[in-house]
């Protein structure tokens, strides 16, 4: 054990809370927050692609951007016979035009780990919320939702609303790549 590791245990033996704070660590390594991607400079970002295997359903979350940081979704991911089946929810997502992207709607992408883009089609979204049923075909994939002109869009503008995050379940091992885009000003 490192000289700095045992005087940090010391301390804690003294003050008689070590059990409280490696009950907080151990919870803390068992439920890791998911990572998040990031907007990168000169409009580009960067998408986490995950890995889903064969015929295992797993759980998938999104996180919401900058205008629209309540915004979540969940779903389920399923890779089976050439395809990834996608259930999603989005919950507590704006309207486009609340927050200040008029005259456009959102849209759903796919991108690989190769920077495949596949526009998804538009997200159904009634009232502040959508769920759906759709065909990926990725195996390895990231999923972007952005607010877009034309829904027929070949590539994801800078509006980004909501980004797939890493699978929450803690005993999954899954391969994960961080891809950079290039956004549509």
């Known amino acids: 054990m490192a000289p700095r590791q045992a005087h940090f245990l010391h301390i804690l033996r003294r003050t008689g809370r ?3 704070l490696s009950v907080l ?13 990031e907007r990168l400079p ?4 960067q998408l986490l692609a995950v890995g889903y295997p064969e015929d295992r359903e797993v759980e998938v979350r ?12 969940r779903g389920k991911v399923r890779w089976k016979n ?5 259930e999603l929810r989005l919950e507590d997502l704006s309207g486009p035009e609340e927050v200040g992207w008029t005259g456009r709607q959102y849209i759903l992408w796919a991108v690989d780990h190769e920077k495949r883009i596949v526009n998804l089609g538009r997200v159904p979204l009634n009232s502040h919320e959508a ?3 759709l065909q990926v075909p990725f195996r390895i994939f990231g999923l972007l939702v952005t607010a877009e002109t034309d829904p027929q869009a070949a590539t994801p503008s800078v509006h980004v609303a909501l980004e797939s ?3 929450t379940n803690p005993t999954l091992v899954v ?3 961080r891809v950079p885009l290039a956004l549509a000003p």
């Open 165 to 167: 995050l890493l699978p």
């Open 18 to 20: 070590g059990w409280l």
């Open 25 to 37: 660590l151990l919870g803390a390594m068992a439920h890791p927050v998911p990572a998040p991607a």
């Open 62 to 73: 999104l996180g919401g951007a900058e205008k629209t940081l309540i915004a979540k979704g």
């Open 82 to 86: 050439g395809t990834s089946t996608v």
């Open 42 to 45: 000169n409009n580009a970002w």
């Open 131 to 133: 769920k759906w049923r």
């Open 175 to 177: 391969p994960a790549f």
